[in-house]
């Protein structure tokens, strides 16, 4: 009979809603790596019916209590109570814009800029639950809605027409290339192409209708559809519908429900009973027994950064997080919460479990009780084990113990003790390490190793006969049984040795604080690897090694791998092959690599290990600006708009720069992990140390532009692919803008200018009138100097004379030599005289001036020509030329220059004229010039005397410059030029 779609429908909803009531059980027992996510982690509810993945890579799951969206840390729930118009959300979608659809029992719902926007439901329609949403390449938005398909067109919904089987539409989806496909129950799957929809898979020869919940496209292979109805999986390829075979092998009456590929493109197939993992031809079915749940899985959903998420009905989400470790636990077969303290390989190809509460079995991923009882003694605390080269098993409790795979012998001698580890060396030799020594056991003889008496904890055979101990204060080394004497590794020869290992030439030793030690055998070079190399800590438990040259090391706080190069006598940490990888403490010398797996044991149980797991490169974190908010004094703190563009920034007062700025790295792989490196551009130029904390606080910024950066890093050291930015403006107060600094700095510098004009002004007039008292004191000194040197040298020259006189007219005629002398003495004393009218002239300040200069100059003249041959004219002499002052270096410079030439004109040249002229040649520049028609002389040749280098040398004292042009036969002119200016002037 056929059952009307939305009837079908009805019967799903009530069956996810039961089935989520229900447990079942599965014959596994170890437990895989599920991470879960609830109602008690803050999911809005727990039936959760679709997942979707937005454009910053946050999930978002439709449940039927409305929407959730999940950034790896916290919930941020969609529902009626703000605008969803229904909480049924059956399908979640999120288009290329980044918005988010929903399909609910009431319709088509949009959050779009953090608004709900709900469409109105097309007239007519009873049922009006939206199950599927897809797009198209082209941006167009396909919902189904009670079995039809409409096209979104605006805000409005336009029906999509298949003639008669309009209302069994039952999936939609598009391609990679958004290329969009329908399937109409019954008829098969069609596609769109130039608006018309063309039959790709045809159903119509099947016997049993199929009803189509979910198809998609191989990601590898895309000729390749998978087709998942409620009765099972099939493949088209062709237009070929087939069961896919894998699914066959799952049990009947198995209620498929939904699908997915990982990224190995391994499929899984969500059922009403947990889920089923297909791989390499095998199914591993997930239920609560192995870390799942056993309620319906509704949803298979990879995200764009590789992790696959599982919805369920009534148990929340799952992330798988890989199948490279397995653990046992309490949960799942170690029911007596043992801890698993040693561990061998068995007889039978199994692995033997020394725990606190006897010895467990392990085999096809099962756990079950080894008897080990002897003489009524059981479930005694093992404490190691170790299997010999007979295969024999001995285990170390508050005894030594031998178990040939019949019966259980104690050996004789090591009852009351502790065996803390077993070793056997190359001749057979069994050893026992203790706390009060070592020991060993040889032909049914156990002894004592001379001279060994500290705390035993770890053996190693190292070569032939050889036996390295291992101790809580080093390593002891024994050769044919026994010491050798002053053997000693000086880098760990106070450390607590918990464990050791060996790789060809390289013996690796585990201490309790200080972590690996790698040590070379031939050369005794030793290297330290810790916690700053990457460990995950410093104490070190137990050490094995696989067969690809990796170093298993078990540690204080989970597991490390080292990758180790035996000929640099290094290693180097891998990364953590998973990120939620176990954080557990490992137990001493608890560690086995058997048929390509590691066994760890653990305070926690056991973890398995699989060694051929491929690495893949983790996704990188996407980073975005959640907020940035404003404080402001005695006022609330306010968001700030959020704008990427730097054309567009908010624009803030210059009181408003307190700012706090919270960001966030989505990273579904490991949200914890995320860390970030941020900076303020125009206020910083590096980056930040990498900090773990998403909010910075800016409490005072300066007046400018900025831009906020910051990029998230995960465990990998990988960085966000994008900087997410922030652009803002701080705007200077208006004493601060450029155009107020600019007028301000103009004013200062003007005012500076006036103050200093200003005080260089009163300055200069200081100076002026300390210039001008000077000036009148030199006067007043010079005048009372004139006077009396006049008056006194003057009268004493004068009466010189007078007596001179009359002395000669005493002085007998008969006496001429002393009449010679008499007047010798009045001619020398009249030229006395003459001369000190010249420096009572200098003297004079009324001579400070070029007119009296020169004027004196020519007074010179006349007298020194008076009575001569020669005619002496002086021209060009002006009385304006008394404003132009001399000091009295100037003057009397000038005076003597000339009465010296002047005097060369009347005792040299043989002139008989002379003429002195003087020339303005410039405002500032005077020139005189001395001119006779005698008869010259070579002005280039050697000049014997001194009047002429004393002239040049009177002219350099106030830089004037003088120049002799003189020819034989040419007369001779001395011309003297100088600057008159504040310098030369008074």
């Not at 209590?65 to 969803?84: C, E």
């Amino acid at each position: 009979m056929q059952i009307p779609l939305y009837r079908f429908y009805l019967r799903i909803i009530a069956f996810l809603c039961l089935t989520g009531c229900f447990f079942y059980n599965t014959a596994n027992a170890q437990r895989y790596n599920f991470t879960h996510y609830d109602i008690e982690n803050g999911l809005i509810q727990s039936q959760v019916n679709r997942l979707a993945q937005d454009n910053a890579h946050r999930l978002w799951m439709g449940t039927l209590g409305g929407a959730a969206r999940f950034d790896g840390k916290d919930y941020y729930n969609i529902s009626k109570a703000n605008g969803l118009n229904n909480n049924f959300v059956y399908a979640v979608f999120t288009d290329k814009s980044g918005a988010v659809w929903f399909g609910t029992h009431r319709g088509l719902s949009l959050f779009k800029n953090q608004k709900v926007y709900n469409f109105p439901p097309p007239a007519g329609m009873k049922n009006t639950w939206v199950t599927q949403i897809a797009q198209d390449k082209k941006g167009d938005v396909w919902i189904i809605l009670n079995n039809h398909l409409f096209k979104v067109q605006g805000k409005a919904l336009e029906l999509v027409s298949f003639g008669d089987n309009d209302h069994g539409v039952t999936s939609v989806m598009a391609d990679k290339q958004g290329k969009l496909y329908a399937a109409l129950y019954r008829k098969g799957i069609y596609s769109l192409n130039d608006h018309t929809w063309q039959p790709y898979v045809n159903f119509a020869d099947e016997a049993d209708p199929i009803h189509v919940m979910k198809f998609a496209f191989d990601r590898e292979d895309a000729k390749t559809l998978y087709i998942l109805s409620l009765k099972g999986l099939f493949t088209a390829r062709g237009g070929m519908l087939n069961p896919l075979t894998a699914s066959t092998m799952l049990p009947s009456g198995t209620s498929f429900l939904s699908f997915d590929q990982d990224a190995d493109n391994n499929l899984w197939i969500g059922t009403n009973n947990g889920a089923y993992y297909l791989k390499q031809g095998k199914a591993i079915h997930f239920t609560a027994k192995n870390g799942l749940t056993d309620n319906p899985v509704t949803d298979v959903f990879k995200d764009a950064d590789n992790n696959l998420w599982l919805a369920t009905s009534g148990s929340g989400i799952f992330k798988f997080e890989g199948d490279d470790h397995v653990t046992y636990d309490r949960s799942n077969g170690l029911t007596n919460n043992q801890v698993v303290m040693g561990i061998a390989p068995g007889r039978n190809g199994e692995v033997i479990l020394g725990t606190d509460a006897g010895l467990l079995s392990y085999a096809n991923g099962l756990l079950s009780p080894m008897p080990f009882k002897n003489g009524g003694i059981d479930e005694r605390r093992i404490q190691g084990l170790f299997t010999d080269s007979k295969n024999n098993l001995w285990i170390g409790a508050d005894a030594a113990w031998k178990y040939d795979g019949s019966k259980y012998e104690m050996i004789k001698g090591t009852e009351g003790g502790t065996i803390i580890s077993i070793g056997e060396d190359t001749a057979g030799t069994i050893w026992l390490a203790t706390p009060t020594g070592c020991m060993y056991y040889q032909n049914g003889q156990l002894t004592r190793l001379q001279g060994s008496s500290a705390f035993t904890t770890a053996l190693l055979p190292i070569g032939r006969d050889s036996m390295l101990i291992g101790t809580q204060e080093g390593a002891l080394l024994a050769v044919n049984k026994k010491l050798v004497p002053g053997f000693r590794i000086g880098a760990i020869a106070r450390s607590s040795i918990l464990g050791m290992a060996k790789y060809k030439n390289l013996v690796f030793f585990g201490s309790d604080d200080r972590g690996i030690f790698i040590w070379d055998i031939p050369t005794g070079k030793i290297r330290n690897y810790g916690e700053k190399q990457g460990l995950k800590s410093n104490a070190i438990y137990s050490l094995v090694n696989d067969d690809k040259g990796i170093l298993w090391v078990g540690t204080g706080r989970g597991v490390n791998r080292l990758k180790v190069d035996t000929k640099a006598v290094s290693a180097t940490v891998l990364k953590s092959i998973n990120a939620n990888e176990p954080v557990v403490e490992s137990n001493q010398n608890a560690a086995l690599f058997f048929k390509g797996k590691i066994f760890i044991g653990n305070t926690k149980g056991l973890t398995i290990y699989n060694t051929d797991i491929k690495m893949r490169s983790g996704a990188a974190p996407y980073v975005m600006i959640q907020n940035a908010r404003l404080f402001e004094d005695n006022k609330s703190p306010r968001l700030i708009s959020l704008n990427s563009k730097n054309d567009t920034c908010p624009q803030l007062s210059a009181d408003q720069n307190h700012l706090a700025i919270t960001f966030f790295g989505v990273h579904l792989n490991n949200p914890q992990s995320v860390k970030y490196q941020y900076k303020l551009t125009g206020l910083e130029r590096d980056f930040s140390m990498p900090v773990s904390t998403n909010v910075v606080e800016y409490p005072s910024l300066p007046p400018g532009r900025y831009t906020f950066e910051v990029k998230a890093i995960n465990a990998d050291g990988q960085q966000s692919k994008t900087t997410a930015k922030f652009h803002f403006e701080i705007v200077p107060p208006f004493y601060k803008t450029a155009l107020f600094q600019i007028v301000a700095a103009i004013f200062i510098m003007l005012l500076i200018i006036a103050i200093q004009s200003l005080w260089h002004h009163n300055k200069k007039q200081r100076q002026l009138a300390i210039e001008a008292i000077k000036r009148e004191e030199k006067i007043k000194i010079r005048q009372q100097t004139a006077e009396d040197f006049h008056d006194d040298l003057g009268n004493k020259l004068t009466r010189i004379t007078v007596l001179s006189e009359i002395l000669n007219v005493k002085i007998e005629s008969d006496k001429p030599e002393q009449r010679n002398l008499v007047e010798q003495i009045k001619q020398n004393a009249a030229a006395l005289y003459n001369g000190t009218k010249d420096i009572l002239w200098a003297l004079d300040p009324k001579s400070d001036n070029l007119y009296e200069t020169l004027k004196h100059i020519e007074e010179i003249g006349i007298e020194i020509f008076q009575d001569t041959p020669v005619a002496f004219t002086f021209d060009n002499i002006n009385e304006d030329l008394e404003l132009v002052k001399l000091t009295m270096e100037y003057n009397r410079n000038i005076t003597m220059i000339f009465k010296e030439s002047l005097n060369n004109v009347l005792k040299h040249a043989d002139a008989t004229k002379a003429v002195l002229k003087i020339i303005r040649i410039d405002k500032n520049i005077i020139g005189i010039m001395l001119t006779d028609n005698g008869k010259g002389f070579d002005a280039d040749a050697d000049i014997k005397g001194h009047g002429i280098k004393n002239i040049q040398t009177r002219a350099k004292r106030f830089n004037g410059y003088l120049q002799i042009i003189s020819a034989p036969g040419a007369g001779t002119t001395v011309a003297l030029e100088f600057t008159i200016n504040t310098k030369t002037t008074r």
